[in-house]
């Protein structure tokens, strides 16, 4: 059988015939088969024009479709109520389970099922049976369900005594129905379960099917057992439909690419494909072509699309690549010309520009042309005026540099005469300071009344917080001069050595006149700081001499620090004033001569 037009199935799907109440004919009938005879009923039948319609499927091909139960079918339904004579007889009948449903056998072979509680006749088995476990009719095609009768007395014993049989050894409580097949032996689950798959597959099971409305579809296939439990089934089904979309989607692409890939190889349809090529062009192209042949016309776009596209987007690079080195040449022409100017308009330009080769490119239109050509034309006056605003910004820089020059020379003269004031009423101050003020304990409120009497007071201009500190100063200098005084009265009389006291050189400095340029307190510290700072002189000129020593070769890195070498090391260079500075602090002295000669060892005699 040929699949429905809209795709979904193979065949019509079976119409289930409903009973009516008892007519006459029936009666008759009744009256004709005699007591103990089966009965049934038979069905109303709505004629053609009334419930089928004619429609045309996208092949072309006719179909019947059933305005009430939506039933299609690719064969023309009989019209109005079948004729008795070729009805069939029933000869025997089998009880189902403990169902009030009967399996009806007739004397053409065609089996049908008949409820004796609702007087239902149906040629498929009724949804409620398929859950259940027994042997499978074979599918009848077509024809009237004859009547039956709700007697089950003359079931067939036989066949009720096998059924009873299989129940009875059915365990107690039984929750998922399980066929008898043999686990351990013939395929794995894995292959049970694609087996069963495939089955789906073939029956043209829906994409998200309900598993009672497919279930007719494929029940009697012999492959529905091969899942021994019911609930099996319906997981693996529920499955499938779940995934078929993807699977479609997957078979559809690879179709799609098979044929792309078909006619990709194919050198004689690809070299009379061109970019301006139509569909229907295509269609004519791929006639006979078998890639083809099992796609939809919307795939057979799609890859024609494919096929094309690149076809397309070739050409349209050529032309923009032809239309971008046309726009370069143009460009360059409009840069080579000459007379053109910031002001030169198009017609004039264009007689100009007529007579190069360039101009006449065949990817350029004439409205690109004078486009490039305003382009060109602004960028000439953006450069015009680029070129003068430059002009009047480095004008104006000059100018300014100018000022600013002459500004700076105008500062520098008036600070340097400035200066020049500053200094001169500075000095006079500071002149009449040294005349005015020589004791370093003076005050400056007492020493101003001194300095304000004196006529250079006001003839020096400075402020009064400038000649408090220079007075200040003065003083400071006077102290440091004193000081300094002392200091080389110290230097030229006392004698100090390390240990010395001020008390113990006293004597030696009292009677000079440097003595009393500074107090008993400030005596006293200059004392002490003078021989820290000999104490210092010493070592410092110490270690002078260990370095001249070791550059004339007296002290290197091989002198030896022990013994008569070290002795006779030490009375050489003992005849140095320096050395005899540090007469009093023996052991440092010689301490810090070792110490030099092993730092030449350590550094290589550097």
């Known amino acids: 059988m040929m699949g429905k037009p809209d795709g979904t199935s193979d065949a019509p799907k079976p119409v289930i015939l409903m009973p009516t109440p008892t007519s006459a004919p ?188 497919e279930l007719p579809k494929f029940a009697f296939d012999p492959r529905f057992k091969i899942l021994p439990k019911y609930a099996d089934r319906i997981t693996v089904f529920e499955d499938y439909v779940r995934n078929v979309v993807v699977e479609q989607k997957q078979e559809r692409k690879d179709k799609i690419q098979s044929a792309k890939d078909a006619a990709s190889n194919n050198e004689s349809l690809m070299s009379q494909l061109t970019p301006d090529m139509t569909f229907d062009q295509f269609k004519e192209l791929i006639r006979g072509e078998e890639a083809f042949k099992i796609l939809v016309t919307k795939d057979k776009e799609k890859v024609f699309q494919e096929l094309v596209e690149p076809l397309k987007k070739k050409e349209s690079e050529e032309k923009e690549n032809n239309r971008l080195n046309a726009m370069d040449d143009f460009e360059d022409l409009l840069a080579e010309t000459k007379g053109i100017t910031a002001l030169t308009p198009w017609i004039k330009a264009r007689k100009l520009l007529e007579k190069d080769e360039r101009f006449h490119s065949e990817f350029l239109d004439a409205k690109s042309k004078e486009d490039l050509f305003q382009k060109y034309i602004g960028l000439l006056k953006e450069e015009s005026q680029k070129k003068k605003d430059r002009e009047e910004a480095a004008k104006k820089e000059r100018e300014q540099q100018v000022s600013k020059t002459r500004q700076v020379e105008t500062r520098e003269r008036e600070k340097v005469a400035g200066r020049s004031r500053d200094q001169e009423n500075t000095i006079l101050f500071q002149v009449m300071l040294r005349e005015e003020i020589r004791d370093p304990r003076a005050s400056w409120s007492r020493s101003r009344k001194i300095l304000e009497a004196d006529s250079r007071w006001e003839s020096s201009h400075i402020p009064t917080e400038m000649k408090e500190k220079l007075f200040r100063d003065h003083l400071k200098n006077i102290q440091a001069e004193r000081a300094a005084e002392f200091r080389s009265l110290l230097a030229d009389k006392a004698d100090i050595d390390f240990d010395s006291r001020f008390d113990d050189i006293r004597h030696r400095i009292i009677d000079d006149p440097r003595y009393d340029s500074v107090d008993s307190e400030e005596r006293r510290e200059i004392f002490e700081k003078f021989r820290r700072d000999f104490k210092k002189k010493c070592y410092d000129d110490f270690d002078d001499m260990l370095t001249e020593s070791h550059r004339i070769g007296h002290v290197t890195s091989k002198s030896v620090t022990h013994g008569k070498p070290f002795e006779n090391l030490v009375n050489l260079i003992s005849t140095d004033k320096r050395w005899q500075k540090m007469k009093d602090f023996e052991s440092d002295r010689e301490s810090m001569l070792i110490e030099f000669i092993e730092k030449l060892k350590k550094k290589g005699d550097q």
Do not use: C, H
């Not at 007087?119 to 039956?148: H, R, Y």
């Open 26 to 213: 029936a009666k008759s009938m009744l009256a004709e088969l005699g007591p103990g005879r089966p009965i049934y009923q038979t069905a109303n039948l709505v004629p053609l024009e009334e419930e089928w319609a004619e429609a045309k499927a996208p092949d072309g091909r006719t179909y019947y479709y059933n305005k009430r139960t939506k039933q299609t079918s690719w064969t023309k339904p009989a019209l109005g109520v079948p004729s008795t004579s070729e009805k069939p007889k029933p000869v025997a009948m089998e009880k189902i389970g403990s169902t009030s449903w009967r399996k009806i056998q007739t004397n053409t072979g065609k089996q049908y099922y008949y409820n004796v509680e609702t007087k239902e006749t149906t040629w498929s088995m009724p949804i409620e049976l398929f859950a259940m476990d027994f042997e499978d009719p074979e599918q009848n095609e077509g024809g009237d369900a004859p009547e039956g009768n709700g007697d089950d007395t003359s079931e067939s014993s036989s066949v009720g005594e096998k059924r009873k049989s299989e129940q009875s050894d059915e365990p107690e409580g039984k929750s998922a129905k399980t066929d008898d097949v043999d686990e351990s032996d013939g395929p794995t689950e894995q292959e049970r379960i694609e087996i069963f798959k495939q089955m789906l597959r073939e029956k043209n099971v829906a994409r998200f099917g309900n598993w009672e409305k």
